[in-house]
């Protein structure tokens, strides 16, 4: 069975911290890993999308990186901002039928 | 080139009432995807559909619960004689191939209230 796991459930910090938030899967037999950011009330924006052969991927303060092997991502935000607070959602698909999701990890970026 | 639409957005049914929502994908894209989020948990999939053919509905409740997407039209999940556990947000996501390395656009969501 398929299960995402994230770690921590929730997380305040001040502005300008460096942080990093994990997620771990069950099977590592994955097709793409990729990281959401859902606002409350709202939809899911999609952040970076690691394919199976990919170690890494960045967009401007975000990385995301994946070890296949320990069945672990995290997410890297450098210069933690208020706006950034929103629950990020990591997401796992092992075919290109469907994602398996955690149950999000909660920021606070505190002014 | 619209997102993924979802309607409506917010749903309020009393309980044994139909709840009808609706999606419709990204202009060119063929595959619909629906998922439900319950309150502080994540993203579960019900549903992928291809035009006219349900692919994959492990996700899907046995009872209550359908799922189309016709050749026309936008998909349409269906949830007969609700309860007050199928309160939830149930969120569309559409992709334009199957079996590609593209990702999956997510709608913003119908919130389903049931009184």
């Known amino acids: 069975k398929q299960e995402v796991t994230q770690i921590p459930a929730a997380l305040s910090v001040p502005e300008g911290e460096n942080l990093v938030l994990n997620c771990s899967f069950t099977d590592s037999a994955i097709y793409n890993l990729q990281w959401f950011r859902q606002d409350p009330g709202k939809g899911l924006t999609s952040l970076l999308l690691i394919q199976s052969s990919q170690r890494e991927q960045t967009s401007g303060r975000l990385n995301a990186s994946l070890d296949k092997s320990s069945g672990r991502s995290t997410l890297y935000i450098a210069a933690s901002q208020p706006g950034d607070s929103a629950t990020y959602l990591c997401a796992v698909a092992y075919n290109f039928n469907k994602f398996y999701f955690g149950s999000g990890t909660k920021l606070n970026v505190k002014p | 080139n619209a997102g993924v639409m979802q309607n409506p957005r917010h749903l309020v049914r009393r309980r044994g009432q139909e709840a009808r929502l609706r999606c419709s994908p990204m202009k060119g894209h063929s595959h619909v995807y629906w998922y439900r989020q319950l309150p502080e948990e994540g993203l579960k999939f019900m549903v992928y559909?291809?035009?006219?053919?349900?692919?994959?509905e492990s996700g899907m409740p046995k009872e209550r619960f359908s799922a189309e997407f016709p050749k026309e039209g936008p998909s349409i999940l269906r949830i007969q004689q609700v309860v007050r556990g199928d309160s939830a947000a149930y969120f569309c996501?559409?992709?334009?191939?199957?079996?590609?390395?593209?990702?999956?656009?997510f709608g913003p969501g119908t919130r389903l209230t049931v009184l």
């Open positions: 996501a559409s992709s334009p191939l199957a079996q590609s390395p593209d990702t999956q656009y």
């Open positions: 559909l291809q035009k006219e053919n349900i692919i994959d």
